[in-house]
């Protein structure tokens, strides 16, 4: 806690420094977030937002099958029984991941190649932010969902071999957890729908 206490200070006080050298050096106009926005490609964007969007998916999903897998085993040595109804946990924390994979697929597809004289349009800025927002926030729900999911699942296999009876009680809670993913997916699903395919139509039409 303390070196990443640390390391952060460190990092708001050098971007600090920066940015004050830049104010009185006569150079502020360089540290322009909007300038940067409409320079940096739209294919960044768009790749940046599918890598993160399943990066941060099966992050989560190998997150909570390690939590969940861990307590499994731990408690099945000592009462058996919990070990094949448990493994629910598991599946519940693989379609984290499998919900990643399906948005980086549908993602993909609006890729398509566009020169770069006629990449910088609207319409393409448009589709590379929504696809970098849109992957952004289909992988941290996915994250969080797999954490919660993983912990719920631990703590579903221990109550399990202690008391039988608490396991439906708290799978009813580990459904609620997971559904978190699905609102990430349902998002993306929104944000990569209304978002066209990278094409060269528009400027073509601005330069007839």
Do not use: H
């Amino acid at each position: 806690m303390g070196v990443a206490t640390y390391t952060s200070g460190l990092s708001a006080f050098i971007i600090v420094l920066i940015a004050l050298y830049l104010l009185f050096s006569g150079s502020a106009e360089s540290f322009n977030v909007g300038r940067f926005l409409e320079e940096s490609s739209p294919y960044m964007w768009a790749m940046v937002g599918v890598g993160l969007c399943i990066g941060l998916s099966v992050l989560g999903a190998g997150w909570g099958i390690f939590v969940t897998g861990s307590s499994i085993l731990g408690g099945g040595v000592r009462t058996p029984r919990i070990r094949t109804k448990n493994l629910i946990s598991i599946i519940f924390c693989e379609v984290v991941a499998i919900y990643g994979v399906i948005m980086a697929i549908i993602f993909s597809s609006k890729f398509a190649f566009v020169p770069e004289t006629e990449l910088y349009t609207p319409s393409n800025y448009y589709t590379g932010f929504a696809i970098f927002w849109g992957g952004l926030t289909v992988g941290f729900c996915n994250l969080l969902c797999g954490i919660s999911v993983g912990v719920t699942g631990s703590t579903a296999a221990l109550a399990d071999a202690a008391d039988p009876t608490l396991f439906v009680k708290i799978l009813i809670i580990e459904v609620f957890g997971s559904i978190m993913g699905l609102f990430g997916l349902i998002v993306g699903l929104l944000m990569s729908g209304k978002a066209e395919p990278f094409s060269a139509l528009q400027s073509a039409a601005v330069r007839i």
